[in-house]
């Protein structure tokens, strides 16, 4: 084989995705997982929805719109079996300044070092995702986290009613070193609404500080009609200034990787168990978490509806709850020790053995989450 | 986040402040332990900063 032939072939492997493994720094970019579940809703307030992905619609003025953000099976995308879908209940034409819609992935230091950021070698890199809905303008910006007053570039992008793959090459920047820690450093933020605060100025194609009037110029607004939908899938960021193949990865590869950020237990069956654990008096109990993996900090403790779950004591009734609780002074990454009190329990005594357990519903779950 | 109100919670193991109770804006809560690096945590913070809001101590 000819010199040239080989490198033809070698160029072939790459743009087929056939080497070069571990490209996509994006976790969960099929939109696979959704352990918190498949649709959401969203009024005031920022949230996780399917695994690793926040939605944020406080930009300092509430916005009257609302969406509904679901997991959507798709058969129109071959490759693809999900997408996250967005989908316009409300509509809001009357914009405040300061109203903003983000959809947001945000990354640990220690996992965006290949960028070499604030370094003279700072890397390109490309951002490449599908999409499709009604046809819109939006922004993605990549926002540096922990530079003081943080640092921002950005670019609009088209979505119309067929699915297109969008690539996006931005510089490397050559100002401000990513802290290498498992906190939050670095975050890629789609606007797809905002007010005057976020797009009076000029949109900030280079890097530089983060001015809040040049991060969204240019953008519609996904409020502006309740026809409106949005449908993203596919995310990828990686080192390069070319856009590679999506990186698949196996459904439970990816469920491992969000399990570093939300370790959820939700009842399969009434009275499904959650774990073991020991009466420490006749009115409380402690139960132990381990987590499998650690998770990336300590995390917060969120359960569901407190009537739906009960404590089984040793004649095996299932006895309510006063209250759930973590302890900081006893918890960490590896594992926590959840707290239960004022249990209405008639026969247990310290030093029993006692289960925590959904009570008559399959509604119960309890969950850890260490989000960023 | 849309805070409504937060409240020390006292571990029975350690006899002092062991989490904080966060209330939504929605009235659901979550119990957020006292770690830097955790966003709940950092919210309280920044909210509690705010004149008017304080976390309130543990029963």
Known sequence: ?372 | MDIKSAKYKTSKITNENGSIELTFGDDTTCQVPLTVGNRHYQAILEWAKIDGNAIEAAD
């Open chain 1, 1 to 372: 084989m000819t010199k040239a032939a080989e490198l033809a072939k070698m160029g072939e492997v790459l743009t087929n995705g056939q080497i070069g493994g571990r490209r996509n720094i994006v976790i969960n970019g099929a939109m696979q997982v959704a352990q918190r579940g498949t649709s959401f809703d969203y009024v005031t307030t920022d949230a996780y929805s399917l695994d690793r992905f926040n939605i944020d619609v406080t930009g300092g003025d509430n916005s009257a719109g609302r969406l509904t953000a679901s997991q959507a099976a798709i058969t129109d995308l071959p490759g693809f079996a999900n997408a996250l879908k967005f989908d316009c209940t409300t509509a809001d034409t009357s914009i405040a300044a300061g109203e903003a819609l983000i959809l947001s992935q945000r990354f640990e230091g220690q996992d965006v070092q290949q960028l070499k950021k604030g370094t003279s070698s700072a890397e390109k890199f490309t951002v490449s995702f599908y999409v499709k809905g009604t046809a819109k303008t939006y922004a993605l910006e990549v926002l540096d986290i922990d530079t003081t007053n943080n640092r921002s570039i950005a670019q609009t992008f088209g979505v119309t009613t067929s699915w297109n793959r969008v690539v996006l090459t931005f510089d490397g920047d050559t100002t401000g070193v990513l802290d290498d820690d498992a906190n939050r450093s670095l975050d890629l933020n789609f606007f797809l609404h905002a007010g005057a605060t976020y797009t009076g100025g000029t949109l900030d194609t280079a890097w530089g500080a983060m001015t809040n009037a040049n991060r969204a110029v240019g953008i519609g607004s996904f409020y502006s009609s309740t026809d409106n939908e949005f449908f993203i899938t596919g995310l990828q960021m990686e080192v390069g200034s070319q856009a590679t193949p999506f990186e698949h990865r196996s459904f439970g590869e990816e469920l491992q990787l969000c399990r570093r950020y939300l370790q959820y237990f939700d009842a399969h069956s009434n009275y499904d168990r959650f774990a073991i654990g020991t009466a420490t008096t006749t009115d409380d109990c402690n139960f132990l978490f381990k987590f499998n993996p650690y998770m990336r900090d300590v995390p917060t403790l969120v359960h569901g509806t407190l009537s739906e779950i009960v404590v089984l004591d040793n004649d095996n009734s299932a006895e309510a709850i006063g209250s759930l609780s973590i302890d900081t002074n006893t918890d960490g990454p590896q594992g926590c020790n959840v707290e239960a009190s004022d249990i209405t329990s008639d026969v247990m005594t310290a030093g029993d053995a006692t289960q925590m357990s959904a009570a008559n519903t399959a509604n119960a779950f309890i969950s850890f989450d260490s989000e960023l």
